[in-house]
């Protein structure tokens, strides 16, 4: 007979099979396929090429271009993001729930859009097209920081809301003036959830790739722009692998600063949630509240001037490119209209949020545990750390190691519609694991542990405890991975077959066609699929769960 301790563990192991099983089919055996591709070609390993791929001058200059635009961008979201959430989540005032939706926004936007943003706002009939920038380095450096600000506020303003304000106050009767508190005490407390945002801001910045290819086009590249020149257009897989070898081990290092900077956020967010009180406005909040005003309306000029100019034609205001969006003839681009684009992308989305759900519930059960044994918590935490790899890893590296890989069988999908939510379902698995992990922690493992004792079955006693806190999670879970789905570029770019495009897919290749015709029907889908995505998010918020900061 099973002792009884013994049944959870079973079942939990159990429960990882598949989740890991997905893991090592559509990630690990695409990526290792890659890798093999580029250092074993004819049978043999082949490592001569890694120092002659390091020692070219455009590597290096891909290298110094993403690791400095990175650090440029993590440093302006940070210096940027900072006040903002302050304001957000410290303070309380009408509106704020909506700024706090507008704010999340950028980030749920896909990559190719927010690229469409910044060239309509930038270029030379947009309203910031005399200050030279389109298609510059600057251009790029704007939009990830329009992108990965939801980051900060969301990461540092929900451990800014949870600290316990009496050691602030303390220290301002004492006399201590506002600067002084905020550096000695506010700031030590907020380290953690600083770091960790900044490691993913940073994560984020380096493995861009829509918005990058869309601004920089092949003047400016970062390691996975130069992974997808290299595959597609040179058929260097050497010079792909040796690169994403590179991007391997930083992603690595990244998440586990990023892990470990979020454990100490989250143990004294536990420790001091139930002590803080948001606050009115005052006085000495006035540049505060300027610096988010400013940054709130930076976030707000590129999505207006997206709508704005998608509205206008050579006639002035006009529907002209909605229109052309419904007609399959209106360019050589399109060989069926946007709107079956849009069909495309809500059926492909929704099978990948199936899966993704699926596997992220499996996912979360395991890795919420607390083994009582030390290797078996570093275990929890390497299983944790394993499916979050698909966040940073080239989604170029994966496309591209699908189709090298799954076209055998008994894998033989290289021509499956299939591989598209797949793909889609791996990008949006870390947001539904960080969503609902930190819910499964939260609940007192003692609640468990008393139905047991009262002759509960293991999945009856983790229902007890954990049932009556997961429905709104599990909902925001899901609107994350939709949205996410939605718009993901990367892999689809080499997946979607041509007459089943997602939207990102084609706007990619409107805004790659001369015209302005053409730019047009890009700027207008541009606009459909951010409200699909911006809707599905509203909804999200509503909700009040999770974080897009939590990786």
């Excluded at 979201?77 to 950028?106: C, E, H, N, Q, S």
């Excluded at 602030?168 to 006399?175: H, I, K, P």
């Excluded at 949630?273 to 909040?285: E, F, I, L, N």
């Amino acid at each position: 007979m099973i002792p009884a301790r013994v049944v959870p563990a079973v079942g939990v192991t159990l429960l990882a099979l598949l989740p890991l099983a997905f893991l090592a089919v559509f990630f690990v055996l695409p990526v290792g396929g890659m890798l093999v591709r580029g250092f074993y070609p004819d049978g043999a390993w082949d490592l001569s090429g890694v120092g002659e791929v390091l020692g070219r001058d455009r590597t290096t200059r891909v290298l110094g271009f993403t690791i400095g635009m990175a650090t440029l961008g993590t440093a302006l979201t940070l210096l940027l993001g900072l006040p903002l959430a302050f304001v957000l989540y410290r303070l309380v005032f009408p509106g704020r729930a909506l700024l706090r939706a507008i704010v999340v926004m950028p980030f749920v936007l896909p990559t190719v859009v927010v690229g469409v943003m910044f060239r309509a706002l930038l270029s030379s009939g947009g309203p910031l097209g005399f200050l030279g920038w389109d298609r510059s380095w600057l251009a790029i450096l704007l939009a990830f920081v329009f992108f990965n600000l939801a980051v900060v506020v969301r990461t540092v303003g929900g451990m800014w809301e949870g600290l316990d304000r009496r050691a602030e106050e303390s220290a301002a009767a004492l006399g201590a003036s506002p600067v002084h508190v905020f550096r000695t005490v506010t700031l030590p407390a907020l380290l953690p959830s600083i770091v960790s945002a900044g490691t993913l801001v940073f994560l984020f910045c380096s493995t861009a790739f829509g918005v990058v290819l869309t601004l920089g086009g092949l003047r400016y590249g970062t390691i996975e722009s130069e992974i997808y020149l290299l595959t597609t257009e040179f058929l260097d897989l050497q010079g792909a692998a040796v690169l994403s070898v590179i991007q391997l081990i930083a992603v690595v290092v990244m998440l586990a600063l990023a892990a470990r900077a979020r454990s100490r956020s989250e143990a004294t967010t536990d420790r001091a949630a139930a002590r803080s009180v948001a606050r009115a406005p005052r006085g000495s909040d006035a540049p505060l509240l300027v610096i988010a005003g400013l940054v709130v309306a930076f976030v707000l000029t590129p999505v207006l001037t997206l709508v704005a100019r998608s509205l206008r034609g050579g006639s002035g205001w006009t529907l002209e490119h909605y229109r052309a969006l419904a007609d399959p003839s209106a360019t050589t681009a399109m060989r069926v209209s946007i709107l079956e684009a849009v069909q495309n992308s809500v059926s492909t989305a929704v099978d990948a949020t199936i899966i993704a759900m699926v596997l992220g519930v499996c996912v979360s059960i395991v890795v919420s545990r607390r083994p009582r044994r030390a290797g078996a918590r570093r275990l929890v935490s390497v299983l944790d750390g394993a499916f979050m790899l698909p966040l940073g890893i080239s989604a170029v590296t994966v496309g591209f190691g699908f189709l090298i890989t799954l076209d055998r069988p008994p894998l033989d999908l290289r021509t499956s519609a299939v591989l598209v939510p797949i793909a889609q379902a791996l990008v949006a698995l870390p947001l539904v694991v960080r969503t609902i992990t930190p819910v499964l922690r939260s609940v007192d493992p003692r609640i468990r542990q008393a139905a047991a004792a009262l002759g509960a079955g293991p999945l009856r006693a983790a229902w007890t405890a954990e049932g009556p806190v997961l429905g709104r999670p599990l909902l925001a879970a899901t609107g994350f991975a939709f949205a996410v789905s939605l718009g993901e570029f990367g892999a689809t770019s080499f997946l979607a077959r041509p007459d089943r495009p997602t939207v990102p897919v084609m706007i990619y290749e409107l805004i790659g066609r001369p015209g302005t015709d053409n730019m047009g029907m890009a700027l207008a889908a541009s606009v459909v699929l951010s409200l699909l995505t911006v809707s599905v998010m509203g909804l999200v918020e509503r909700l009040r769960v999770g974080s897009v900061g939590s990786f």
